[in-house]
């Protein structure tokens, strides 16, 4: 085998580690990538982006319901599933290619291969033996399938995006991001979705108004049917019909199951028994706050890790650990404090800041400011489907520590919300702010009465 030796070398070409990779280059430093899939990582071709797309794509059918009253007259309507995963697949491979098309102006060396470690310092990649100063770990997460019976017979959300046809009867197993995305998604497209969650309420972490209201919401499609505090048993399969069977005594038959419980550190392979490195008891590999792992110069940042498994938490992660190891801006730190989050499902949520049981656990004096409405569109489409917007008030500073939306726009709305909290925005600075009007989110400067 021949050696390389480099300043620092990324395994993985996903959000943190590209970007890891860029700004190190950009700060002079010999860098190697190595990727064995496409650029972009879990985001762009298996999660944020194309999800994204296929939310769009479902949403036309209700925009089509929606228009008859506003004076449009819509014809018979056909969904194509091959269409739109051909045009989802022509708009990802433009964004891998300039992705890799980006990562080739600079400077940085591109293996497009697996890479494994045979010891703390060495690793092995396309036949060659690399040395480095800095290796980064930033290989991100893959899905995860419970352990039961026929777990053979399940999907992930890795499968969505390339199924030869579209499913017309779907179980989805969970309760979280991925879950009820999909389940709106595949409802939207016309399959029928039953939705199977173990808990009482969806999205666990989230404000318990949120999770209410999403419930309720829900419930009002007329082909999603939510059954919680319901877990999976086992599954069996009859011809091309697989058959799940719950804790219920029930048996569910559908065509597809998406089990969408969770994910793991995406670290098969990667040879790290030899070497120091530990991992938690979930599998994510250890590091400290400046993303060390047990061996002092590999790190570690993104999904891999046990933080904030979001994708511009990975970019910031790498961005910042670059800065501070090549740039030598020693006091380079990434702020966790009021990261913002959407879910895209229907209707969206947007939330940032503390929940309203997070802030009460935290010792906060709380005021609690609500808003439960119909949106105007809806006034006239006739579209039973409500919206909600809440602030978290701190009492003594009057300071907001949380914005909570759920309703058409809200992941458009909670970005500049997440800028307020940073900058301590108080609720008598949103009750001086002008509203715009008619919107949904001049419901966050008019809300005046406290509701607990």
């Known amino acids: 085998m021949t050696e390389k030796t480099y300043d620092l070398f990324v395994i993985g070409a996903g959000s943190g580690g590209a970007r890891a990779a860029r700004i190190a280059s950009r700060h002079g430093a010999n860098v190697g990538l190595a990727e064995m899939a496409e650029f972009g990582g879990t985001c762009v071709n298996a999660g944020c982006v194309p999800k994204k797309l296929m939310v769009y794509a479902s949403e036309f059918s209700r925009a089509f319901k929606d228009s008859k009253n506003y004076g449009w007259i819509v014809g018979e309507t056909k969904f194509d599933w091959n269409t739109l995963i051909a045009n989802k697949d022509k708009d990802i491979k433009r964004i891998n290619n300039i992705l890799e098309t980006n990562m080739g102006k600079t400077s940085v060396d591109i293996f497009k291969s697996h890479a494994r470690f045979i010891d703390n310092h060495t690793i092995e990649v396309s036949g060659q033996t690399i040395k480095a100063d800095k290796i980064l770990i930033a290989t991100g997460g893959k899905p995860a399938l419970p352990s039961i019976p026929g777990k053979e017979h399940l999907k992930t959300s890795d499968n969505m995006f390339h199924l030869p046809a579209m499913p017309s009867r779907i179980v989805i197993i969970g309760g979280g991001y991925i879950a009820v995305e999909f389940a709106n998604i595949f409802s939207g497209l016309g399959a029928d979705v039953t939705l199977l969650h173990r808990g009482d309420l969806l999205l666990r972490g989230f404000d318990n108004d949120l999770r209410e209201m999403l419930g309720n919401e829900i419930i009002k499609h007329p082909n999603i ?115 913002a989050t959407a879910v895209f499902s229907h209707p969206p949520i947007g939330t940032v800041g503390l929940s309203e049981q997070q802030a009460r656990d935290a010792g906060h004096d709380i005021d609690i400011y609500k808003s439960n409405f119909k949106p105007m569109k809806n006034t006239v489409s ?71």
């Open 382 to 452: 006739g579209r039973d489907e409500r919206a909600l917007t809440k602030l978290v008030v701190d009492k003594k500073t009057d300071r907001v520590l949380g914005f909570h939306m759920i309703g058409d726009s809200a992941p458009e709305i909670i970005q500049l919300a997440a800028t307020l909290l940073k900058k301590k925005i108080t609720k008598e600075e949103l009750d001086e702010t002008i509203a715009v009007h008619p919107t949904a989110a001049e419901e966050f400067v008019t809300m005046r009465e406290a509701v607990s």
């Open 225 to 339: 049917d939510l059954r919680l505090e319901t877990e999976i048993q086992n599954v069996e399969k009859e011809g091309e019909t697989y058959i799940v069977h719950t804790n219920k005594g029930e048996q569910i038959k559908c065509d597809l199951i998406l089990s969408a419980t969770g994910r793991a550190p995406n670290i098969d392979g990667l040879g790290l028994e030899n070497t120091n490195i530990q991992t938690e008891e979930n599998g994510r590999i250890k590091i400290n706050d400046d993303y060390q792992t047990d061996e002092p110069h590999i790190y570690a940042v993104g999904d891999v890790c046990n933080r904030h498994n979001l994708t511009p938490v990975a970019i910031k992660e790498g961005h910042a650990l670059s800065d501070r190891l090549i740039g030598s801006m020693l006091d380079r730190k990434v702020d966790y404090e009021f990261i």
